[in-house]
T-cell receptor, first 112, second 114 residues
Framework: GQQLNQSPQSMFIQEGEDVSMNCTSSSIFNTWLWYKQDPGEGPVLLIALYKAGELTSNGRLTAQFGITRKDSFLNISASIPSDVGIYFCAGQWVQGAQKLVFGQGTRLTINP | GAGVSQSPSNKVTEKGKDVELRCDPISGHTALYWYRQRLGQGLEFLIYFQGNSAPDKSGLPSDRFSAERTGESVSTLTIQRTQQEDSAVYLC????????????FGPGTRLTVL
């Protein structure tokens, strides 16, 4: 199935550092979402973006919906150990309906 | 309140056998989705149910895969004549309506086909 291009695939950082990851698509989306998945769990929604150009924060997390509707980024500031996990971007074709198309994930590892 | 639950959490089966996976969505959620996640990969959409509308089956990979939903309640995903490439985590999600992308995921069923 179709997937978004998410990068980087993995990150190894020191606690306290900032993190940035992004997703790009050849197609337009109306909604961009960022999820975090811990081992053995389902993804948990972090941030949802509904308008091109929108910049939204959730605590130490900030995400933006690209103006072209074909990309999004997620920043995490001042990383802490519980930020470890896999982060997925997801795009939705039409606002309010149907399937999500997922990126392949960014695995975040934090060195103590 | 209870989240999305799935059972079993793990299933090991032999090639050629049929398996049935169950999803209990959050009470009151009208939309229900099934996704497949292969090891180290993102999620792939399989099927979507919304109320009494005909399901969107566009993501089902073959006719060995089928799913049913009872009203706005439980859903079962059935895989017939399982193959080794069916090994994956199968995730179910529900959302309050079809509006917005806020899907709430269950913990998944890890399927291993020997």
């Amino acid at each position: 199935g179709q997937q978004l291009n998410q990068s980087p695939q993995s990150m190894f950082i020191q606690e306290g550092e900032d993190v940035s990851m992004n997703c790009t698509s050849s197609s337009i989306f109306n909604t961009w979402l960022w999820y975090k998945q811990d081992p053995g769990e389902g993804p948990v929604l972090l941030i949802a973006l509904y308008k091109a150009g929108e910049l939204t924060s959730n605590g130490r997390l900030t995400a933006q919906f690209g103006i072209t509707r074909k990309d999004s980024f997620l920043n995490i500031s001042a990383s802490i150990p519980s930020d470890v996990g896999i982060y997925f971007c997801a795009g939705q074709w039409v606002q309010g309906a149907q399937k999500l198309v997922f990126g392949q994930g960014t695995r975040l590892t934090i060195n103590p | 309140g209870a989240g999305v639950s799935q059972s079993p959490s793990n299933k090991v089966t032999e090639k050629g056998k049929d398996v049935e996976l169950r999803c209990d969505p959050i009470s009151g959620h009208t939309a229900l989705y099934w996704y497949r996640q292969r090891l180290g990969q993102g999620l792939e959409f399989l099927i979507y149910f919304q109320g009494n509308s005909a399901p969107d089956k566009s993501g089902l990979p073959s006719d060995r895969f089928s799913a049913e939903r009872t009203g706005e309640s439980v859903s079962t995903l059935t895989i017939q004549r399982t193959q080794q490439e069916d090994s994956a985590v199968y995730l179910c999600a529900s959302s309050p309506t079809s509006a917005g992308g806020e899907q709430f995921f269950g913990p998944g069923t890890r399927l291993t086909v020997l």
